[in-house]
């Protein structure tokens, strides 16, 4: 799984790709839909209930643009995984709980560049969708754009993520082993390169 950042860049690849086999897609819903999955864990709910089962690449185009935006998620989820395990990432460093969300998020950092726009990305967050308080309460949609706005203004530093992980309490308690990890990560050279080779396989 990636986390937010990546999965706004990702998503704006796999959108431009998409868009070409079906031209009628709205950015806007695409990418609220590709970061909202990850709300399940601000609402409590079972993965399953968000991360919605996908065949291959071509069924993205068939749905609406926010749901497309959600089946793009997923597929993100499934290639990068897959390439993290097949590059061997994990000969680096331990496949755990706490070690998986601070290589998400040191993954975060690295492609947050390819994104070049993040005020206009910021502002897509500004309205909430009919189709986001139709799956997740209003209240927990608001919380959730609000963090992401906060989490996109700059490239995220140690306070940034911090303050991320204190805004969706499922994670406070973990927090200082996560920054923990990512200090550990950022010195391990072959890890930050297949990182930054992630975005090549979209």
Do not use: C
Request: charged content about 30%.
């Amino acid at each position: 799984m990636a986390s937010q950042i990546s999965h706004v860049v990702y998503g704006k690849k796999i959108f431009d790709r998409v868009t070409k086999i079906k031209k009628d897609l709205e950015w806007r819903k695409f990418l609220l839909g590709t970061t909202f999955p990850d709300i399940r864990q601000l609402a409590g709910l079972d993965r399953k209930l968000l991360h919605w089962g996908i065949k291959d690449f071509e069924s993205i185009a068939t749905h609406p643009s926010f749901d497309a935006g959600i089946y793009a998620h997923s597929w993100v989820d499934l290639q990068r995984s897959a390439f993290l395990r097949r590059s061997g990432v994990f000969d680096y460093i331990p496949s755990d709980p706490i070690t998986n969300s601070a290589l998400k998020l040191v993954e975060d950092q690295i492609v947050y560049e390819k994104i070049t726009n993040w005020q206009e990305i910021i502002s897509m967050y500004d309205v909430i969708l009919p189709e986001e308080v139709k799956l997740v309460p209003i209240d927990i949609v608001e919380r959730w754009h609000k963090g992401l706005k906060d989490y996109f203004k700059r490239r995220p530093d140690s306070r940034i993520i911090a303050e991320m992980i204190d805004h969706y309490t499922v994670y406070s308690s973990i927090k200082k082993r996560v920054l923990k990890e990512i200090k550990i990560i950022r010195q391990i050279r072959e890890v930050i390169e297949i990182l930054g080779r992630v975005y090549d396989i979209f």
